[in-house]
Protein backbone atom coordinates (compact mmCIF):
# COMPACT_ATOMS: atom_id res chain seq x y z
CA UNK A 1 0.00 0.00 0.00
CA UNK A 2 1.16 3.33 -0.73
CA UNK A 3 1.59 6.58 1.42
CA UNK A 4 -0.90 8.40 -0.23
CA UNK A 5 0.04 12.09 1.83
CA UNK A 6 3.98 11.32 0.55
CA UNK A 7 2.47 10.50 -3.41
CA UNK A 8 0.88 13.38 -3.67
CA UNK A 9 3.54 15.99 -2.77
CA UNK A 10 6.15 14.14 -4.33
CA UNK A 11 3.93 14.23 -7.71
CA UNK A 12 3.18 18.31 -7.02
CA UNK A 13 6.68 19.11 -6.97
CA UNK A 14 8.05 17.40 -10.16
CA UNK A 15 4.98 18.35 -12.22
CA UNK A 16 6.36 21.54 -14.13
CA UNK A 17 3.89 22.99 -17.00
CA UNK A 18 4.77 25.13 -20.13
CA UNK A 19 2.68 26.58 -22.72
CA UNK A 20 3.74 28.43 -26.14
CA UNK A 21 1.62 30.83 -25.48
CA UNK A 22 3.14 32.38 -22.49
CA UNK A 23 5.93 34.88 -21.60
CA UNK A 24 9.03 33.33 -20.71
CA UNK A 25 10.84 36.53 -21.48
CA UNK A 26 9.36 38.74 -18.64
CA UNK A 27 8.56 36.23 -15.37
CA UNK A 28 6.18 37.58 -13.08
CA UNK A 29 8.53 37.80 -10.07
CA UNK A 30 8.70 40.35 -7.36
CA UNK A 31 10.53 42.80 -9.02
CA UNK A 32 8.02 42.64 -11.66
CA UNK A 33 5.20 42.84 -9.50
CA UNK A 34 6.90 45.69 -7.57
CA UNK A 35 7.06 48.07 -10.70
CA UNK A 36 3.09 47.23 -11.00
CA UNK A 37 4.47 45.71 -14.43
CA UNK A 38 2.72 42.91 -14.15
CA UNK A 39 -0.79 40.93 -13.07
CA UNK A 40 -1.82 37.89 -10.89
CA UNK A 41 -4.47 35.67 -10.63
CA UNK A 42 -4.63 35.32 -6.52
CA UNK A 43 -6.72 32.64 -4.85
CA UNK A 44 -9.45 33.32 -3.06
CA UNK A 45 -10.88 30.03 -2.28
CA UNK A 46 -10.51 26.55 -3.28
CA UNK A 47 -13.20 23.54 -2.68
CA UNK A 48 -12.73 20.29 -3.45
CA UNK A 49 -9.83 18.86 -3.85
CA UNK A 50 -10.65 15.10 -4.17
CA UNK A 51 -12.50 13.32 -6.65
CA UNK A 52 -14.09 9.96 -5.63
CA UNK A 53 -13.18 7.11 -7.98
CA UNK A 54 -16.28 5.64 -7.13
CA UNK A 55 -18.74 8.48 -7.91
CA UNK A 56 -16.93 11.36 -10.07
CA UNK A 57 -19.68 12.62 -11.15
CA UNK A 58 -20.61 13.69 -7.28
CA UNK A 59 -16.61 15.49 -6.91
CA UNK A 60 -16.17 18.87 -7.94
CA UNK A 61 -13.71 21.12 -7.71
CA UNK A 62 -14.10 25.03 -7.81
CA UNK A 63 -11.82 28.25 -7.27
CA UNK A 64 -12.32 31.20 -6.87
CA UNK A 65 -9.20 33.83 -8.10
CA UNK A 66 -9.34 37.76 -8.08
CA UNK A 67 -7.31 39.90 -10.51
CA UNK A 68 -4.97 41.94 -10.04
CA UNK A 69 -2.69 44.54 -12.19
CA UNK A 70 -1.52 46.94 -9.51
CA UNK A 71 -3.26 49.61 -11.33
CA UNK A 72 -6.87 50.10 -12.31
CA UNK A 73 -7.67 46.33 -12.34
CA UNK A 74 -9.26 46.97 -16.27
CA UNK A 75 -6.51 44.61 -18.07
CA UNK A 76 -7.52 41.22 -17.93
CA UNK A 77 -8.25 40.20 -21.25
CA UNK A 78 -9.63 36.83 -20.55
CA UNK A 79 -8.31 33.37 -18.75
CA UNK A 80 -7.57 29.99 -20.46
CA UNK A 81 -8.17 26.98 -18.55
CA UNK A 82 -6.33 23.19 -19.15
CA UNK A 83 -6.41 20.34 -17.82
CA UNK A 84 -3.12 17.40 -16.83
CA UNK A 85 -3.94 13.89 -15.79
CA UNK A 86 -0.99 12.78 -13.33
CA UNK A 87 -0.98 8.64 -12.92
CA UNK A 88 1.09 7.91 -9.88
CA UNK A 89 -0.61 4.18 -9.37
CA UNK A 90 1.50 2.57 -12.28
CA UNK A 91 0.23 -0.97 -13.12
CA UNK A 92 3.04 -3.26 -13.94
CA UNK A 93 5.08 -0.17 -14.42
CA UNK A 94 2.91 1.50 -17.10
CA UNK A 95 1.99 4.72 -16.86
CA UNK A 96 -0.99 6.10 -18.46
CA UNK A 97 0.18 9.33 -19.93
CA UNK A 98 -2.42 12.04 -21.68
CA UNK A 99 -1.82 15.36 -23.43
CA UNK A 100 -2.85 18.57 -21.33
CA UNK A 101 -6.28 18.64 -22.58
CA UNK A 102 -7.61 22.33 -23.47
CA UNK A 103 -11.12 23.17 -20.78
CA UNK A 104 -12.31 26.74 -22.34
CA UNK A 105 -11.48 30.32 -22.40
CA UNK A 106 -13.27 32.58 -19.74
CA UNK A 107 -13.26 36.28 -21.07
CA UNK A 108 -13.02 39.56 -19.14
CA UNK A 109 -16.38 40.17 -18.81
CA UNK A 110 -17.07 37.32 -16.44
CA UNK A 111 -14.88 38.84 -13.75
CA UNK A 112 -17.06 40.86 -10.95
CA UNK A 113 -16.10 42.50 -8.18
CA UNK A 114 -16.10 40.49 -5.00
CA UNK A 115 -15.70 41.20 -1.21
CA UNK A 116 -12.00 41.42 -1.62
CA UNK A 117 -13.05 44.49 -3.64
CA UNK A 118 -11.01 43.26 -7.24
CA UNK A 119 -12.92 41.28 -9.99
CA UNK A 120 -13.01 37.90 -8.79
CA UNK A 121 -13.92 34.83 -11.04
CA UNK A 122 -15.33 31.36 -10.04
CA UNK A 123 -14.97 28.08 -11.89
CA UNK A 124 -16.29 24.89 -10.98
CA UNK A 125 -15.65 21.62 -12.74
CA UNK A 126 -16.56 18.07 -11.64
CA UNK A 127 -14.87 15.04 -11.65
CA UNK A 128 -16.46 13.33 -14.30
CA UNK A 129 -15.80 16.18 -16.72
CA UNK A 130 -12.36 15.73 -15.81
CA UNK A 131 -11.96 12.31 -17.08
CA UNK A 132 -13.97 12.86 -20.21
CA UNK A 133 -11.33 16.02 -21.13
CA UNK A 134 -8.45 13.81 -20.68
CA UNK A 135 -10.38 10.75 -22.31
CA UNK A 136 -10.06 8.41 -19.35
CA UNK A 137 -12.83 6.18 -17.21
CA UNK A 138 -13.10 5.71 -13.41
CA UNK A 139 -11.66 2.15 -14.24
CA UNK A 140 -8.59 3.86 -15.59
CA UNK A 141 -7.70 6.16 -12.00
CA UNK A 142 -7.07 4.92 -8.60
CA UNK A 143 -6.12 6.66 -5.11
CA UNK A 144 -3.31 9.17 -5.10
CA UNK A 145 -3.39 9.98 -9.03
CA UNK A 146 -4.05 13.65 -9.67
CA UNK A 147 -5.24 16.35 -11.90
CA UNK A 148 -4.40 19.22 -12.42
CA UNK A 149 -6.08 22.62 -13.55
CA UNK A 150 -3.61 25.00 -14.47
CA UNK A 151 -4.98 28.94 -15.24
CA UNK A 152 -3.19 30.79 -17.95
CA UNK A 153 -3.94 35.04 -17.93
CA UNK A 154 -4.30 36.83 -20.50
CA UNK A 155 -3.17 40.41 -20.60
CA UNK A 156 -5.08 43.18 -22.81
CA UNK A 157 -1.62 43.96 -23.89
CA UNK A 158 -0.62 40.24 -25.24
CA UNK A 159 1.11 39.47 -22.24
CA UNK A 160 -0.02 35.99 -20.52
CA UNK A 161 1.32 34.51 -17.36
CA UNK A 162 1.05 31.35 -16.03
CA UNK A 163 2.63 28.72 -13.47
CA UNK A 164 6.21 28.79 -15.54
CA UNK A 165 6.34 32.62 -15.39
CA UNK A 166 6.27 33.16 -11.63
CA UNK A 167 8.40 33.45 -9.32
CA UNK A 168 8.18 31.41 -6.23
CA UNK A 169 7.42 33.73 -3.48
CA UNK A 170 4.78 35.12 -5.95
CA UNK A 171 3.33 31.71 -6.56
CA UNK A 172 3.31 30.83 -2.75
CA UNK A 173 4.08 33.83 -0.27
CA UNK A 174 3.32 37.26 -1.41
CA UNK A 175 0.25 36.67 -3.70
CA UNK A 176 -0.80 33.53 -3.73
CA UNK A 177 -0.89 32.63 -7.10
CA UNK A 178 -0.05 29.05 -8.30
CA UNK A 179 -1.91 29.45 -11.45
CA UNK A 180 -2.86 25.57 -10.75
CA UNK A 181 -4.95 23.54 -8.36
CA UNK A 182 -5.09 20.09 -8.05
CA UNK A 183 -7.88 17.13 -6.66
CA UNK A 184 -6.29 14.44 -5.87
CA UNK A 185 -8.50 10.51 -6.48
CA UNK A 186 -9.51 8.94 -3.21
CA UNK A 187 -11.82 6.03 -2.62
CA UNK A 188 -14.88 6.37 -0.47
CA UNK A 189 -17.53 4.12 -0.65
CA UNK A 190 -19.52 3.63 2.52
CA UNK A 191 -18.50 1.08 5.04
CA UNK A 192 -20.62 -1.98 6.24
CA UNK A 193 -21.86 -0.62 9.22
CA UNK A 194 -21.27 -2.57 12.55
CA UNK A 195 -18.82 -3.91 15.09
CA UNK A 196 -14.72 -4.17 13.30
CA UNK A 197 -12.14 -6.37 15.35
CA UNK A 198 -8.41 -5.15 15.95
CA UNK A 199 -6.10 -7.38 17.50
CA UNK A 200 -2.83 -6.31 17.58
CA UNK A 201 0.46 -8.50 19.14
CA UNK A 202 3.93 -8.21 19.79
CA UNK A 203 6.02 -11.22 20.40
CA UNK A 204 8.61 -10.03 23.05
CA UNK A 205 5.81 -9.01 24.88
CA UNK A 206 6.91 -5.37 26.41
CA UNK A 207 4.23 -3.60 23.45
CA UNK A 208 4.38 -1.48 20.17
CA UNK A 209 7.53 1.07 21.37
CA UNK A 210 5.79 3.87 19.82
CA UNK A 211 3.72 2.22 16.55
CA UNK A 212 -0.03 2.76 16.54
CA UNK A 213 -2.76 2.56 14.36
CA UNK A 214 -5.26 5.39 13.22
CA UNK A 215 -8.49 4.50 12.44
CA UNK A 216 -10.53 7.56 11.19
CA UNK A 217 -14.56 7.29 10.97
CA UNK A 218 -16.11 10.13 9.15
CA UNK A 219 -12.82 12.76 10.23
CA UNK A 220 -12.88 11.29 13.92
CA UNK A 221 -9.39 9.97 14.45
CA UNK A 222 -8.49 7.23 17.33
CA UNK A 223 -5.13 5.59 18.14
CA UNK A 224 -4.58 2.11 18.99
CA UNK A 225 -1.30 0.53 20.34
CA UNK A 226 -0.61 -2.55 22.53
CA UNK A 227 1.38 -2.08 25.81
CA UNK A 228 2.13 -5.96 26.22
CA UNK A 229 2.07 -9.24 24.46
CA UNK A 230 -1.98 -8.39 23.34
CA UNK A 231 -4.54 -6.24 23.01
CA UNK A 232 -8.07 -6.56 21.37
CA UNK A 233 -10.24 -3.69 20.19
CA UNK A 234 -13.56 -3.52 19.03
CA UNK A 235 -14.43 -0.77 16.92
CA UNK A 236 -17.81 0.24 15.67
CA UNK A 237 -18.30 1.38 12.70
CA UNK A 238 -21.75 3.65 12.88
CA UNK A 239 -24.49 3.61 10.34
CA UNK A 240 -24.57 6.28 7.50
CA UNK A 241 -20.54 6.53 7.57
CA UNK A 242 -19.17 7.83 4.89
CA UNK A 243 -15.14 7.92 5.54
CA UNK A 244 -13.08 5.14 6.77
CA UNK A 245 -9.99 4.98 7.19
CA UNK A 246 -6.84 2.76 8.51
CA UNK A 247 -3.42 3.97 9.07
CA UNK A 248 -0.14 2.47 10.63
CA UNK A 249 2.67 4.78 11.84
CA UNK A 250 5.40 2.85 12.58
CA UNK A 251 8.01 2.95 15.63
CA UNK A 252 10.73 1.16 16.90
CA UNK A 253 11.57 -2.61 16.90
CA UNK A 254 8.60 -3.11 14.37
CA UNK A 255 9.58 -6.38 13.59
CA UNK A 256 7.65 -7.50 17.16
CA UNK A 257 4.83 -5.65 16.12
CA UNK A 258 1.54 -8.08 13.95
CA UNK A 259 -1.65 -6.91 13.72
CA UNK A 260 -5.42 -8.44 12.09
CA UNK A 261 -8.13 -6.51 11.22
CA UNK A 262 -11.54 -8.22 10.76
CA UNK A 263 -15.05 -6.90 9.66
CA UNK A 264 -18.18 -7.07 11.35
CA UNK A 265 -19.05 -10.50 9.22
CA UNK A 266 -15.82 -12.35 10.43
CA UNK A 267 -13.87 -11.70 7.28
CA UNK A 268 -10.32 -10.35 7.49
CA UNK A 269 -9.64 -7.10 5.53
CA UNK A 270 -5.78 -6.31 6.80
CA UNK A 271 -3.07 -8.54 8.56
CA UNK A 272 0.36 -7.57 8.59
CA UNK A 273 3.87 -8.20 10.64
CA UNK A 274 6.91 -9.93 9.87
CA UNK A 275 7.30 -11.29 13.62
CA UNK A 276 10.99 -11.67 13.02
CA UNK A 277 11.79 -9.18 15.61
CA UNK A 278 13.77 -7.44 13.49
CA UNK A 279 14.18 -3.51 14.69
CA UNK A 280 12.86 -2.02 11.41
CA UNK A 281 11.12 -4.78 9.34
CA UNK A 282 7.68 -4.60 10.16
CA UNK A 283 4.53 -3.77 9.15
CA UNK A 284 4.08 -1.69 6.18
CA UNK A 285 3.28 2.07 6.99
CA UNK A 286 0.85 4.78 5.65
CA UNK A 287 -2.54 4.04 4.83
CA UNK A 288 -3.78 0.56 4.64
CA UNK A 289 -7.17 0.83 4.18
CA UNK A 290 -9.55 3.37 2.84
CA UNK A 291 -12.60 1.57 1.54
CA UNK A 292 -10.48 1.68 -1.77
CA UNK A 293 -9.64 -2.25 -2.00
Known sequence: MKNLRKLVYGSLSLLVFTTSCEYNETPLDEDIVAANEGAVLSTVSTVGGTINKLDPAQSTLTN?????????????ESIDLYLLFADTTPVNNEVITVDEAFVE??????FAIGDSGFPEHTYSISGDTML???GLTADDIDGGDLFILRYVLNLTDGRSFSAADTGVNVRTT????????SSVVVCFKTPEPGDYTLEMEDIYGDGWNGGFITISI???ETDYATSGPLKVETITV?????RFLFTYTAG??????????TDPNGEV?????????????????????NTCD
Request: a negative charge; proline letters at 6%; glycine letters at 14%.
Open 174 to 181: SHVTPFRY
Open 218 to 220: DGV
Open 269 to 289: ILEDGIGDGNRTNGPAEGEQF
Open 64 to 76: TVLFNDFDENDTV
Open 238 to 242: PAGTS
Open 132 to 134: DLV
Open 105 to 110: NVPGSA
Open 252 to 261: DWEGENLYTF
